[in-house]
T-cell receptor, first 118, second 112 residues
Framework: AQSVTQPDIHITVSEGASLELRCNYS??????LFWYVQSPGQGLQLLLK??????LVQGIKGFEAEFKRSQSSFNLRKPSVHWSDAAEYFC????????????????FGKGTKLSVKP | DTEVTQTPKHLVMGMTNKKSLKCEQH?????MYWYKQKAKKPPELMFV???????INESVPSRFSPECPNSSLLNLHLHALQPEDSALYLC???????????FGDGTRLSIL
């Protein structure tokens, strides 16, 4: 069955430090992969997506992610974290044939909460 | 600013009330979604409208009823809700079934 695992529930980093959030997926075919960010009381904002092609994907707000098929991973990185990056981060896979055959349905990981120390 | 607009932002209702949540997008997207999100949890898919065809998460109770008047609008009708239905309800849209989903800011629903 399709699934997404985010091993870290909560991560704290210092402002200006680098960041890596882990995501592992289980999926039978080439997945569509996404990272979303959610600030308190807000909806989800798409940071970046991977459909095919270059395995290093650039996103908004200085984030990037690397798709590694051999490791079934899609880790999110940022070289220098800002205080405004504190939020909940969700990794998601687009699931084929999920709920009536629609490809556009997302399976989310449980999320990683990022805290930033001044 | 989000391109998916949800109203109202907050809603408090009793268990016997009938209310509706509204969602609108003007990006020309042909798929729209309703999600339910409890605190500290990821969103859970409730309904999908793709090219006006409805797909349902069969675990969603019948007190939730979606409606898609046209490709830009999506409603969620609520009736006889329970306290455990209190949550953030998120609407999303995508260009087609395979495209990335764009989310609204949600409606915070509280059931008394």
């Amino acid at each position: 069955a399709q699934s997404v695992t985010q091993p870290d529930i909560h991560i704290t980093v210092s402002e200006g430090a680098s960041l890596e959030l882990r995501c592992n997926y289980s999926y039978g075919a080439t997945p569509y992969l996404f990272w979303y960010v959610q600030s308190p009381g807000q909806g989800l904002q798409l940071l970046l997506k991977y459909f095919s092609g270059d395995t290093l994907v650039q996103g908004i707000k200085g984030f990037e992610a690397e798709f590694k098929r051999s490791q079934s991973s899609f880790n999110l990185r940022k070289p220098s974290v800002h205080w405004s990056d504190a939020a909940e981060y969700f990794c998601a896979v687009g699931a084929l044939g999920y709920y009536g055959g629609s490809q556009g349905n997302l399976i989310f990981g449980k999320g990683t909460k990022l805290s930033v120390k001044p | 600013d989000t391109e998916v607009t949800q109203t109202p932002k907050h809603l408090v209702m009793g268990m016997t009330n009938k209310k509706s949540l509204k969602c609108e997008q003007h990006m020309g997207h042909r798929a729209m979604y309703w999600y339910k999100q409890k605190a500290k949890k990821p969103p859970e898919l409730m309904f999908v409208y793709s090219y006006e065809k409805l797909s349902i998460n069969e675990s969603v109770p019948s007190r939730f009823s979606p409606e898609c008047p046209n490709s830009s609008l999506l409603n969620l009708h609520l009736h006889a809700l329970q306290p455990e239905d209190s949550a953030l309800y998120l609407c999303a849209s995508s260009q087609d079934e395979a495209g990335p989903q764009h989310f609204g800011d949600g409606t915070r629903l509280s059931i008394l």
